[in-house]
């Protein structure tokens, strides 16, 4: 059982035979009271994210979460399929609970799939990723005028987001996968 003070950003815990990840938390000093932590849990089934309360003396279940390697290998209309690099076995992820992530993937992409019962709930991805731009426009000449001017540029995912004016057709860049915004255009490799 975990208490108060063992509540930290990243702990999974479970609540209802569900398993959630505390995205937040915040100790509060009550005045006459005795502290509380306030928090947010996110549930890796559904998605849906909450606020709780604990006081002191309150516990919650932990719950184990294994992380497996897979790669990911197609999409239909509900959800995305992957491949466990170790054994070969292919599940879906239902798109409702992946959100945004399923914008970063590519085919064969290796990512991380978390794991509640030896049933895959969810993925990470690493906090970067490069990715080839398929369609931008083109820099006009005094378009720089007022500094920094960002367009839009379509990636190789579907993924739409803001890069700078020097930033060309075919260039790979690095995009933060938390934010999906650009961070820097990816070396080239001789």
């Not at 398993?19 to 009550?30: E, G, N």
């Amino acid at each position: 059982m975990l208490g108060m003070n063992d509540l930290k950003i990243g702990t999974f815990c479970k609540i209802n035979n569900e398993p959630y990840v505390v995205l937040t938390t915040q100790h509060v000093q009550m005045g006459r009271g005795g502290a509380v932590l306030r928090t947010k849990l996110k549930n890796l089934l559904t998605g849906n994210v909450f606020e709780r309360t604990f006081k002191s003396g309150d516990s919650i279940e932990e719950t184990e979460m294994s992380k497996t390697k897979a790669n990911y290998l197609y999409k239909d209309e509900t959800s995305l399929y992957f491949m466990d690099a170790e054994t070969y076995d292919q599940f879906p992820i239902p798109k409702s609970i992946l959100g945004d992530k399923a914008s970063f993937l590519k085919e064969e992409m290796e990512v991380e799939v978390l794991k509640f019962e030896d049933r895959p709930i969810n993925i990470n991805l690493p906090p970067k990723l490069a990715l080839k731009i398929i369609q931008t426009a083109e820099a006009v000449r005094g378009n720089t005028a007022q500094g920094a001017v960002l367009k839009d540029a379509v990636l190789e995912t579907g993924l739409t987001t803001k890069v700078p004016m020097f930033v060309k057709e075919n260039d790979t860049i690095i995009v933060n996968t938390e934010t999906g915004e650009y961070v820097e255009r990816a070396q080239k490799k001789n």
